[in-house]
């Protein structure tokens, strides 16, 4: 593939206590779900690598999207887009799959590990851990989750590795014949469904906006599940907003802290630890 923008995650390590970041009182080893949007990537790596230093479990889940359109321009192959979802068929599997396993991913776990954490990356293929099947015959291979075998991550986690997980899936129910073997799910989607099925202490979406905000621009600060289910049903949530706010609703099932913050600044993660995803900080929480 040639002629293809190299994808690079630029990150300026530093002493944290040189930036004035307090040391965060970890209560004990409960999991923390965390997924990256693109435009915080470059801010978070060194707090991940922090807290895991500290003594937290956490899953990192990414993914992908602005640079996966950008390599499908590169070859000529068009993206088009049914109700906010790429449509994926098989030319543009190749390259979703290529993006999130091999690309970013591998950015990722680089970058963690070169600060001097542990890092694995993986897909939901491996060890067939996420299950999928077709959302939609429109949509082309594109899934939903089926079934979330929660055993790699526990294992990883176990032997003191972050997974860093790329949110393509085995496609593993319903799957005819001579279909492919590999679904692109969306990234808020797995996120919510893994914290669901370990129980998650927290689930936080690092993004690219302040939070979730009502028709006037306001942050609202916090949402009772019923809210946000409003929220999405009157169009006031709207685009890339619906998919984490539904994901948050089904990790609330098994998670005791949902929050959506704004990632963009340094150090977004540690000062939300620290401020116990109260809301203290900005970000919205959805919760019971």
């Known amino acids: 593939m040639k002629g293809l923008r190299p994808f690079r995650i630029c990150i300026s390590p530093s002493p944290l206590k040189e930036r004035g970041i307090k040391g965060v009182r970890l209560i004990n080893n409960s999991i923390i779900v965390v997924k990256l949007g693109g435009a915080t990537l470059g801010t978070t790596v060194e707090d991940i690598v922090y807290l895991q230093q500290q003594g937290k479990s956490l899953v990192v889940v990414h993914?992908?999207?602005?640079?996966i359109t950008d390599w499908l321009e590169k070859q000529g192959i068009s993206s088009r887009f049914v109700h906010g979802?790429?449509?994926t068929?098989?030319?543009?599997?190749e390259v979703v799959i290529s993006v999130l396993a091999g690309l970013v991913n591998k950015e990722i776990v680089a970058a963690i590990n070169s600060l001097g954490g542990n890092a694995v990356g993986i897909s939901g293929v491996d060890g067939a851990f996420i299950q999928g099947r077709i959302k939609d015959e429109e949509l082309g291979y594109v899934g939903t989750v089926a079934k979330v075998n929660p055993a790699p991550l526990e294992a990883l986690l176990k032997s003191g590795y972050i997974p860093v997980i790329a949110p393509v899936s085995l496609h593993a129910t319903d799957k005819p014949d001579k279909a492919l073997q590999?679904?692109?799910?969306n990234a808020d989607a797995v996120a919510g469904e893994i914290a669901a099925a370990?129980?998650?202490?927290?689930?936080?979406?690092?993004?690219?906006?302040?939070?979730?905000?009502?028709?006037?621009g306001n942050l609202l600060s916090r949402l009772s599940p019923d809210e946000a289910e409003a929220l999405v049903a009157s169009g006031v949530a709207s685009g890339g907003m619906i998919p984490k706010i539904k994901a948050c609703l089904r990790a609330l099932s098994g998670t005791s802290t949902t929050r959506i913050i704004d990632g963009r600044q340094r150090h977004a993660l540690l000062n939300e630890m620290e401020g116990g995803g109260g809301g203290g900080g900005g970000g919205t929480t959805i919760g019971k």
Not at 89 to 93: N, Q
Not at 182 to 185: R, T
């Open 63 to 67: 993914g992908g999207g602005k640079l």
């Open 85 to 87: 979802e790429r449509v």
């Open 89 to 93: 068929d098989e030319a543009t599997l």
């Open 182 to 185: 590999v679904l692109n799910i």
């Open 198 to 216: 370990i129980g998650a202490e927290r689930l936080i979406f690092l993004t690219d906006v302040v939070g979730i905000c009502d028709q006037s």
